[in-house]
């Protein structure tokens, strides 16, 4: 199976911060990667698809970059709506995985 | 608009069964990829189970293989996550989810999703 871990677990930070959250594959993923942000009671929803491309809807604040076995997802100004946890997922094979997750929260 | 809802969830006790479902709307349910998810405090996110668009092929955990089976009826929208032998470690909110786009190529099932539905809580305790 390929674990993904991610880094920090948490990080505080005030609006209008750039936020840079990091996903290690156990193996190359190519960029098989994507990245779901979720909010306290509700489903993931996704945001980052094929490494580096924007789902439909999500503001271009949200940038995804890597390949192979290291990933990066930057907010480039967190808004107040941006507090969430977020978790990069691989698509590489099965078991589809998932990282451990990062919260932002408010500084 | 997409709507997924699932449903089904509840308490059981450990062996026991349950029977969760997905009900789809707003898209070419045929089409699509459909997958479960399950979500623990302690385990995050996991993956359980993907079913292809037209249902031959399916794909499972090692966690649940051989416990849970995941089936579909296209003529009604829905998919279906039965689970046996249930464990106090199945305990989890359960999601459905949508292959975020259409694929009409090979290893569709290796996948993003979006959107996902609402989740519904299975509880394994005695």
């Known amino acids: 199976d390929i674990q993904m871990t991610q880094s920090p677990s948490s990080v505080s930070a005030s609006v209008g911060d750039r936020v840079t959250i990091t996903c290690r594959a156990s193996?190359?993923?190519?960029?098989?990667l994507a990245w779901y942000q979720q909010k306290p009671g509700k489903a993931p929803k996704l945001l980052i698809y094929?490494?580096?491309s924007l789902q439909s809807g999500v503001p271009s604040r949200f940038r995804g970059s890597g390949s192979g076995t290291d990933f990066t997802l930057t907010i480039s100004s967190l808004q107040p709506e941006d507090f969430a946890t977020y978790y990069c997922?691989?698509?590489?094979?099965?078991?589809?995985?998932f990282g451990g997750g990062t919260k932002v929260e408010i500084k | 608009e997409v709507q997924l809802v699932a449903s089904g969830g509840g308490s059981e006790q450990p062996g026991g069964s349950l029977r969760l479902s997905c009900a789809a709307s707003?898209?070419?349910?045929?089409?699509?990829?459909m997958t479960w998810v399950r979500q623990t405090p302690g385990e995050g996110l996991q993956w359980v189970s993907s079913?292809?668009?037209?249902?031959?092929?399916?794909y499972y955990a090692d966690s649940v293989k051989g416990r849970f089976t995941v089936s579909r009826d296209n003529s009604k929208n829905t998919t279906d996550l039965q689970m046996n032998s249930l464990r106090a470690e199945d305990t989890a909110i359960y999601y459905c989810a949508k292959r975020f786009r259409y694929c009409s190529g090979g290893s569709c099932e290796l996948s993003w999703f979006d959107p996902w539905g609402q989740g519904t809580l299975v509880t394994v305790s005695s």
């Open positions: 094929g490494a580096s």
């Open positions: 193996q190359g993923i190519s960029t098989w």
């Open positions: 997922q691989q698509a590489d094979s099965f078991p589809l995985t």
């Open positions: 707003g898209f070419t349910f045929s089409n699509y990829v």
């Open positions: 079913i292809s668009a037209s249902g031959e092929s399916t």
